[in-house]
């Protein structure tokens, strides 16, 4: 099983440029989510889905927007990079319904930088 | 705002030794307590999680524990092997009103095991 694929791995931009970064998963999980994880800050929540057709904002939205375009695809949208969005993203997916903490699995990231 | 504080940052330690991290949360809500492990390259991957009923979980060599009136956890590494080398991540979730399955991380430690 590929779990959750993320496109692309690595993407070099120029401030005010803009990129959606793609996430799939086929695990037929219900919730999905983008992270990003800067050094010596953990990951911290961007948006979130719980379920197809809603998406809701995590602790970090500014500067992004989201589409849950089906079940399987969760895309992350830069429309005007900074340079303060030189990160690692990270995009997530967990099965389960309301109420239940499920397991996040994780794909390998897209390493971005905004110069 | 940073609602789980991980130490230590990093962690030498000598093959078979038992290297500690700790994590301390403020949000009363959490009830599930996860541990994530990273490798260079790759995304976070569970390695183990504990609910507040319980004061203690073991899963091979790694064991949480878990102590609910100081809101503390930490995660113990028995007879660490070099292959246990990776970032190792605690983060706490809760649910109820907004908080529905939305992970917050720790900072993150960086264990080395030496052979």
């Known amino acids: 099983n590929a779990g959750v694929t993320q496109t692309p791995k690595f993407q070099v931009l120029k401030t005010g440029q803009s990129m959606t970064l793609q996430c799939a998963q086929d695990m037929n999980h219900n919730s999905m989510y983008w992270y990003r994880q800067d050094p010596g800050m953990g990951l911290r929540l961007i948006y979130y889905s719980a379920s197809e057709g809603t998406t809701d904002k995590g602790e970090v939205p500014n500067g992004y927007n989201v589409s849950r375009l089906n079940k399987r695809e969760f895309s992350l949208r830069l429309e005007s990079a900074a340079p303060s969005q030189t990160s690692v993203y990270f995009c997530?997916?967990?099965?389960?319904?309301?109420?239940?903490?499920?397991?996040?699995?994780f794909g390998d990231g897209t390493r971005l930088s905004i110069l | 705002q940073q609602q789980v504080k991980q130490s230590p940052q990093s962690l030498i330690v000598q093959k078979g030794g038992i290297p500690i991290i700790n994590c301390a949360y403020e949000?009363?809500?959490?009830?599930?307590f996860p541990w994530y492990q990273q490798f260079p390259g790759k995304g976070p991957a569970l390695l183990i999680a504990?609910?507040?009923?319980?004061s203690e979980k073991k899963e091979g060599r790694f064991t949480i524990s878990f102590n609910k009136s100081a809101k503390q956890f930490s995660l113990h590494i028995m007879d660490s092997q070099p292959g246990d080398s990776a970032t190792y991540f605690c983060?706490?979730?809760?649910?109820?009103?907004?908080?529905?399955?939305?992970?917050?991380f720790g900072q993150g430690t960086i264990l080395t095991v030496h052979p």
């Open positions: 997530a997916s967990s099965g389960g319904g309301f109420g239940q903490n499920q397991p996040q699995h």
């Open positions: 504990i609910r507040p009923d319980v």
């Open positions: 949000n009363t809500a959490f009830d599930y």
């Open positions: 983060a706490a979730s809760g649910w109820g009103g907004t908080s529905y399955g939305k992970l917050t």
